[in-house]
């Protein structure tokens, strides 16, 4: 973790063993009149597994939109694997990215969306190779080799050739997981992914997410409220309100000992 | 008002070669409806102001001016300035055209009607603009306007008679021809309003269908 810039209010993050990642510097991000991440500066270490909770609205998951160009700040710099993400650096001058830099950013990152977001008109193996063969470029043969092995990692392989439409929402969701893995990202970003699903199909997709934490060092941001998984997969927390992080720490301390008056009230509102 | 069959016989020839003539403009004035309207949809879409504006600009104008006008500019304007069609040719152009402006609010809608997560899916995996068109959002927004396109093509087969003002003897103008010839107006245009409705009802009976199957 850093400590940027004297403006910077909060990063408490514990002390990180691999370099950053993720890093925000002063991000300011409005919709209109109405500031939803204030002046947000934090880092995340490669490698790591951080939850962010905080009541709806507090900006987290502006912050996975703003990592995923979804979204532009209106001040302030991301940084991801020590380029910038959303500026570039042209005659020793920062100035907006342009579109190709962007993408080229981007790559390093995948995201699971709360709808899932599945092309409705590919099968599931498509789903999966569409972007591994049209971005990065990977022959058919390669990218459908990728898909079978991550299918079978989120247990899906009977379901191959099936379109969106004809699975569960658990499975839809599973697929998603699998289709931001084929482009072997260096961060996945997860953005409340059971939200959507029936309460009894939280527990697989759930379980999934468990597997990916524990056996690959992929660096993971998940916004959710499924308190027990951040418990699980969490290296850290950052609790977040009105668009700042109030509170970091390893779950353990987070949702036994919070320190911070607003975090008790948000835990004991969802736990 | 007497019916002369022998008259139904004799305008048969005629009424064949004006069915043809028919399809024909139907057909090649469909694709280039198809596709110019297409492209107007995706155009209007820039980001580019300078793309999106004379586009808007120039579909606004010409949904909004008659088809005979511009069927009589394109035949008889044009020309002034050495630029010289066959009336099928311009017939063809002008019904497309026409009709393009047309097809090009099917697709927006179409477009708009694509959920913004797939526009943010496509972001997310970095496929590139025209991927994210080509693979993603064309297939979705077209399926959904299939049946409007169609019932663009069954309006365009109403208008085809329009062509004739400028020469084309696609149907009525064959029917116009021979009434003229043998003063027998009544049984070939008896006889192609029967055939425009032979051709129009099924179609649109297949649009009914591919409605049922395409859109839920």
Known sequence: MSTDSSTSKET?????????????????????????????????????????????????????????????????????????????????KLVPAGERHSREVRKKIGMVFQQFNLFPNMRVLRNITEAPVHVLGLSKDEAEQRARELLELVGLTEHIDKYPTQLSGGQQQRVAIARALAMRPQVLLLDEVTSALDPELVAGVLDVLRDIAHTTDITMLCVTHEMNFARDISDDVLMFDAGRVIESGSPEKIFSDPEHERTREFLSAVL | MNWDWSAVGDFMPRLWDGVLLTLQALVLGSLIAFTLGLVWAMAQRSSLKIVSWPVTALTEFIRNTPLLVQLFFLYFVLPEWNVTFSALVTGVIGLGLHYSTYTAEVYRAGIDG????????????????????????????????VPALGNYVIAMLKDSPMIATIGALEMLGQARQFSAETFQPTEPITVIGVVFILIAYPASLLMRALERRLVH
């Open chain 2, 114 to 145: 694509v959920p913004v997560g797939q526009w943010e899916a496509c972001t997310a995996l970095s496929l590139p603009r025209s991927r994210t068109w080509s693979a993603v959002i064309l297939p979705q927004a077209i399926r959904r306007v």
């Open chain 1, 12 to 92: 408490k993050n514990p002390a990180a063993d691999g370099s950053e990642l993720i890093e925000f510097k002063d991000v300011t991000k409005r919709f209109g009149s109405n500031v939803v991440l204030d002046n947000l500066c934090f880092n995340v270490a490669s490698g790591k597994h951080v939850t962010l909770i905080g009541p709806s609205g507090s900006g987290k998951t502006t912050i996975l939109r703003l990592l995923m160009t979804l979204l532009k700040p209106e001040e302030g710099t991301i940084k991801v694997a020590g380029d910038y993400l959303t500026h570039e650096e042209r005659g020793g």
